[in-house]
C-alpha cells in the first residue's frame, strides 16, 4: 500500500480545502485507480474514506539560459487523488516528524 501514496500535497490551497471541506490531497503511482488509493488512505491514516478525485498532470516544459546556451527540459508528469473523508474525521501530515 505504500508504493501506491507517494506524497502528501501540502500547499496553501490543499491546507484551506482540508481545513473548511475536509478533503486532503495526495500524488499517487499513474497506474493507481480509485479503489486502491482508497484503501491505502483507509489503511495508511486509520479513517473513513468517502470519495476518491483523481487527476493526470502533464509536465510543464522548462527553459534556463546557460553560459552553453539555452537548456531545454520537462518537468515530470504525475498523478493527484483528492481524498475527501468522513465528516469529522481529520488526517495530521505533522505527527510523524
Known amino acids: 500500500m505504500k508504493d501506491i501514496i507517494i506524497k502528501p500535497v501540502v500547499t ?8 473548511k471541506h ?3 490531497s495526495f500524488v499517487v503511482e499513474k ?7 482508497k484503501e491505502a488512505v483507509e489503511k ?4 473513513t474514506v ?19 546556451g539555452l537548456v ?3 518537468k515530470n508528469s ?5 481524498v475527501t473523508l468522513k465528516q469529522g ?3 495530521d501530515f505533522y505527527s510523524n516528524i
Open 12 to 19: 496553501e490551497k490543499a491546507t484551506a480545502l482540508s481545513e
Open 22 to 24: 475536509g478533503r486532503y
Open 31 to 37: 497506474t493507481a485507480n480509485k479503489l486502491e488509493v
Open 44 to 47: 495508511m491514516y486509520n479513517v
Open 50 to 68: 468517502e470519495s476518491v478525485n483523481t487527476m493526470n498532470f502533464l509536465g510543464k516544459n522548462k527553459s534556463r539560459n546557460t553560459k552553453k
Open 72 to 74: 531545454t527540459g520537462r
Open 78 to 82: 504525475y498523478k493527484k487523488a483528492l
Open 89 to 91: 474525521e481529520a488526517i
